[in-house]
């Protein structure tokens, strides 16, 4: 989907890491497959905004983490809504997709914050003219 342009381009394949997590905590802005809440065969791809114990809102498209607001260059595609703050609790991730206009994250009231993260995306393999593209 486009969801994580121009991070990830409609069409690109990307290699992820299933052992990345192992003996490392996942780490603020890092990109990640998750699991879709209820729904074992779908997974989603979205950048991590917060970590366990952080107050996240978003408020007309900026996201304040803690109290203060978040610098992210990264994004091409900033959304104008706004959020009711949260406090995530152990183990959970605020996720969210560069594209934020139409991305599908944890602002979603059923996706919400992901606690069953799968791997960390790497880099893109394919196509030719992107590969070895990292994302760390």
């Known amino acids: ?7 990830i381009e409609i069409g690109d394949r990307i290699v992820a ?4 997590y192992i003996t490392n905590d996942p780490q603020r802005y890092d990109i990640v ?3 879709y809440p209820d729904d074992e065969k779908q997974y989603y791809v979205k950048r991590i905004i917060g970590l366990p114990g952080d107050t996240i809102r978003v408020e007309k498209g900026t996201v304040i983490r803690n109290g203060e607001p978040v610098d992210e260059p990264y994004l091409t595609h900033k959304a104008s809504y706004s959020t009711e703050e949260i406090t995530l609790g152990e ?3 605020y996720v ?3 594209n934020r206009p139409i991305s599908h994250d944890s602002h979603s009231s ?6 069953e993260i799968v791997g960390k995306v790497r880099c893109v393999i394919w ?4 590969i070895g593209t ?3």
């Not at 989907?1 to 991070?7: F, R």
């Not at 059923?110 to 606690?115: E, M, N, Q, W, Y």
């Open 17 to 20: 890491s299933r052992l990345a």
């Open 1 to 7: 989907s486009g969801s994580m342009l121009s991070t």
């Open 33 to 35: 497959i998750f699991k």
């Open 91 to 93: 183990g959970e991730y």
């Open 110 to 115: 059923d996706v919400g914050p992901v606690t």
């Open 96 to 98: 969210l997709g560069d």
């Open 134 to 136: 990292t994302l760390d």
């Open 127 to 130: 196509p030719l003219s992107r």
